[in-house]
């Protein structure tokens, strides 16, 4: 079943003495947190800090744990994803660290900023010293712990089941925890690190290998998978196959045993959001918005309307000065007195001015009556707006020769949609002449008016029976007195007649002597068999479908054979079963009968180790590796999700407790020195 989250505030908080230790079991996927001595952890939450911005104040509200998805559309999730402090399984991000802590020491029922309990807290096998040593001065420095307390989760959890009778003083402790899988090898009850392995694999990478395969078996509900829904699916439906070959070949025969293993799971149907509609203040509201909006985009219109009023009445005053000018220069000396103007006559000045007076009179929103008065006072022959056409070429320039040439292009452009307005025009008289000569005959005659409707009809109905006859090619006789036949005078298109030409060409290549395919109407009804125009799609269902379909039960199981091929998701590492034989060849002291020892007592813990199936899988894949005949003993802890935490409390409520951790004044007198040199000892446990 999926982890339950506690996240309730507890008020016993000043009813604990400063001597009594906090217990904190910090992993990867669930942070935990209680006092020494009980057997249950206080406060449960997932390892994770998101913060988002709210979608009404724009204020960045951190959320620290597990949510409730109904609360998050309030805030905008989409640049604040949910992050955590670890990588693999050490902490790295201390800023998310503290927001975890203040959390969780808030649950726990503390007011204030000062923590006056000791702490024993948990990390991974061989933490690195630079992790710890921000750990202690978090804890020193923030939060004023008079003293700390470093554990692994691992070996807490097999000290408290061996002290329940579950496993012996010598053993292996397998922990497939959240990023990270442990091999821990006990001798005489105390971990041994030196034969300790570690593979980055783990139950994140099963949830996340889980997540891909559903969302390419099914790509339209990618939403829909979420994490958590996906997690859940894994704890509640997955398992370890004993041989996982053997279980494919089961699903792929679909026998009964493979039915009776399926799950179906169907997504909850989310009835789609209805809005509530918006109230009277809330429409006044939109509506003033929208109305300064729009004011303002009018200022914005009216101001840039203005500023081209002003360009063009300046353009305009240019060019009457121009013509004024103009006026007083002999004729042949105009070209030489506009070549610094851009213009080549003064024909071309006098159209470029009509053109800039229609822009503004248009600019001005003057009514189309006066824009049209002006355009009727230019040369409607298009002298004014083509004054090179009349000019012989062997008199311009290059330059004008390039410009005449668009000139005309440009005049005979014009005229041709002047030819079609035209055209256009008159059609519309005919079709306005022909409809009142209807009307007439109909007033006059209406029983001759509608004979000649039905006559009329008929021709066309005749005429587009024949022409779907030519195009279809079927359903007529051809004087065979065969019906469904197809007559020679009949017409093929082009595809059909390549078609039958191939066909004709693969009976004659096939050795069968004279080409007679094609004479006969079954040939043509085989024809249209095998056209791709007449292509069946009520067939059965598709191989590859039914593939995909048993593909989703399989995912029961191929999701954690991970655990023992890290390969199939590109980590090149050993699987579980073979850690355990790493770890034993790792150790200082070798021999047969501490092997056997060893083999003899393989404890399991760490949530992913509650597959179902584990220990046989993991027996069986040991077994390969080990000697003919050696002892093999797979056993599993009481609670894997909780040992670690109830063997941590109970140690730290022992009254040696004290003189296993190192001080707050240590810690200032000797700095890293004694974080580095500090070494658990599980002995007393």
Not at 42 to 53: A, D, G, S, Y
Not at 225 to 237: A, G, P
Not at 353 to 378: D, I, N
Request: glycine residues 8%.
């Amino acid at each position: 079943m999926p982890f339950i989250s506690q996240i309730q505030r507890q008020s016993d908080y000043r009813l604990f003495p400063s001597s009594t230790p906090i217990v904190i079991d910090n992993g990867a996927s669930y942070f935990r947190i209680g006092w020494a001595g009980e057997t249950e952890p206080r406060v449960i939450f997932r390892n994770i800090v998101q913060r988002p911005r709210h979608k009404a104040t724009g204020e960045t509200v951190t959320i620290v744990g597990d949510h409730d998805p109904t609360l998050l559309k309030y805030f905008d999730c989409t640049r604040s994803g949910p992050r955590s402090a670890f990588d693999s399984n050490v902490v790295f991000q201390f800023e998310i660290m503290e927001y975890i802590l203040d959390f969780g020491f808030d649950r726990l029922g503390a007011n204030g900023s000062q923590i006056d309990h000791p702490i024993l807290i948990t990390e991974c096998v061989c933490n690195p010293f630079q992790s710890r040593s921000k750990m202690a001065e978090l804890l020193f420095e923030t939060y004023g712990v008079p003293s700390i307390a470093y554990g692994v989760d691992a070996a807490f959890s097999y000290k408290y089941n061996q002290q329940q009778g579950v496993c012996d003083k010598d053993g292996l402790a397998i922990c497939p925890g959240f990023t990270t899988t442990h091999v821990i090898p006990f001798i005489d009850g105390e971990p041994i690190y030196q034969g300790s392995c570690r593979t980055n694999i783990g139950g994140y990478h099963i949830t996340d290998y889980m997540k891909q395969l559903l969302s390419l078996k099914y790509p339209h509900h990618m939403a829909r998978f979420s994490w958590e829904k996906v997690e859940d699916l894994k704890m509640e439906h997955c398992y370890i196959a004993p041989d996982y070959v053997s279980e494919a070949r089961l699903f792929q025969k679909g026998t009964k045993e493979a039915e009776d293993k399926t799950r179906l799971w169907q997504l909850p149907w989310v009835p789609p959001p209805t809005e509530e509609p918006p109230s009277e203040e809330e429409i006044a509201r939109k509506a003033a918005i929208k109305e300064k909006q729009g004011q303002r985009l009018r200022e914005m219109a009216e101001a840039k309307r203005s500023s081209r009023i002003n360009e063009l009445e300046n353009e305009s005053h240019g060019l009457e000065f121009l013509l004024q000018q103009l006026e007083q220069v002999e004729e042949h000396d105009i070209p030489s007195f506009l070549s610094a103007t851009g213009y080549v006559s003064k024909q071309e000045v006098e159209s470029a001015l009509v053109k800039v007076r229609q822009s503004l009179l248009k600019a001005k929103g003057e009514p189309k009556a006066e824009q049209a008065e002006l355009e009727e006072k230019t040369d409607p022959a298009g002298g004014e707006r083509f004054p090179l056409l009349n000019i012989p070429d062997n008199m311009l320039t290059p330059e004008q020769l390039k410009e005449k040439k668009r000139q005309l292009f440009l005049k005979t452009t014009s005229e041709g949609r002047q030819r079609a307005k035209q055209k256009r025009y008159e059609e519309e008289l005919e079709r306005g002449r022909r409809n009142q000569q209807d009307e007439q005959k109909r007033l006059e005659n209406p029983e001759l008016y509608l004979e000649q409707l039905h006559a009329k009809y008929k021709d066309l109905s005749e005429k587009v029976e024949q022409r779907k006859r030519l195009k279809t090619n079927g359903g007529h006789t051809n004087g065979n007195s065969f019906s469904g036949s197809v007559g020679r005078g009949e017409r093929l298109n082009a595809a059909q007649r390549e078609r039958m030409r191939l066909l004709t060409t693969a009976a004659f290549d096939r050795g069968k002597g004279e080409d007679t395919f094609g004479a006969r109407d079954e040939d043509w009804q085989l024809y249209k068999l095998m056209s791709k125009d007449n292509d069946d799609d009520d067939e059965g269902p598709d191989e590859h479908e039914a593939e995909l379909a048993r593909l989703t039960s399989r995912l029961r199981f191929r999701c954690p054979e991970i655990l023992f091929n890290p390969n199939w998701i590109g980590i090149d590492q050993a699987g579980l079963d073979e850690m355990a034989g790493v770890s034993i060849r790792r150790l200082p002291t070798k021999g047969q009968e501490l092997e056997e020892r060893l083999t003899s007592s393989v404890f399991l813990t760490g949530g992913s180790s509650l597959f179902p199936g584990m220990s046989e899988r993991l027996e069986a894949g040991i077994r390969m590796i080990r000697p003919c005949g050696s002892p093999i003993r797979i056993v599993k802890a009481l609670d894997p999700i909780l040992d670690a935490w109830r063997g941590a409390s109970a140690y730290a409520a022992a009254s040696h407790f004290p003189t296993q951790t190192f001080t707050k004044e240590d810690y200032y007198e000797k700095g890293e020195d004694c974080v580095r040199r500090y070494q658990f000892r599980y002995y007393t446990l």
